[in-house]
């Protein structure tokens, strides 16, 4: 780390660095791999690829596409601790699960920790130790962390919840579309829940309310596109 953070900041300057969002011509620093980074039609044609800026829309996360321009262009020798977290990152950022069963029960050491994230995280709450740890421990070991055991048996109760929910509640249109409105309840929507409850199902749609809006989104299987 000491190393590449030479490499980057020489002189001690700091620099602007994005990361996995969209395009700026002004940072110093930029990875994404989203096919619709660029605002501007002008900062596209203008974007120049290099060691520092680079745009690879082919990668299933940015995890990894940071990861092989370490590699490639500053000499960084990742550990086998950072290449299975790196792994199991490109899984959960392109949601490549291998079934719905794999990513709602949550069997998996870093979807665990995924999970964790989903409901300890945010600007109130870092996470300073996680990140610590992820950098140095096996997935498998972190897991195990009570902190992390205590939010899993709380998601627990809330795909319970959300799977009487669904029962309750969903409205089907034809085999392939399910349609749920969350407008006026708590109960905690679980990403995925439909097609791990229905089969044939290809897409949902939902409805929620915040504050005194509300929001419609659909979202597709990602185990049946074609």
């Avoid at 992820?134 to 795909?159: F, S």
């Amino acid at each position: 780390y000491k190393e590449l953070k030479n490499k980057f900041f020489k002189g001690g300057v700091n620099k602007s660095i994005v990361d996995d969002f969209l395009y700026h011509p002004k940072a110093d620093i930029w990875f994404d791999h989203h096919a619709s980074t660029f605002r501007k039609p002008e900062w596209q044609k203008n974007f120049r690829q290099n060691k520092f800026h680079d745009w690879k829309p082919d990668y299933k996360s940015c995890t990894s596409q940071v990861l092989d321009g370490l590699v490639k262009n500053f000499g960084f020798k990742p550990s086998k601790i950072i290449k299975e977290l790196v792994y199991w990152l490109d899984i959960i950022d392109s949601a490549s699960y291998k079934s719905p069963e794999d990513v709602i029960d949550s069997k998996k050491p870093a979807f665990k920790i995924a999970k964790f994230i989903e409901y300890a995280g945010g600007r109130k709450n870092p996470l300073m130790w996680l990140i610590k740890g992820i950098a140095e421990r096996p997935l498998k070991e972190l897991a195990k962390d009570l902190r992390i055991k205590k939010v899993m048996a709380k998601a627990g109760e809330d795909k319970a919840r959300a799977i009487k929910f669904y029962k309750e509640n969903a409205k089907f249109y034809g085999k392939k579309i399910v349609f749920i409105d969350f407008s006026e309840t708590n109960i905690k929507r679980v990403r995925h829940l439909p097609y791990y409850l229905y089969k044939g199902i290809l897409y949902e749609v939902i409805i929620k309310k915040t504050n005194k809006f509300y929001s419609p989104s659909i979202s597709a299987s990602p185990w049946k596109r074609k």
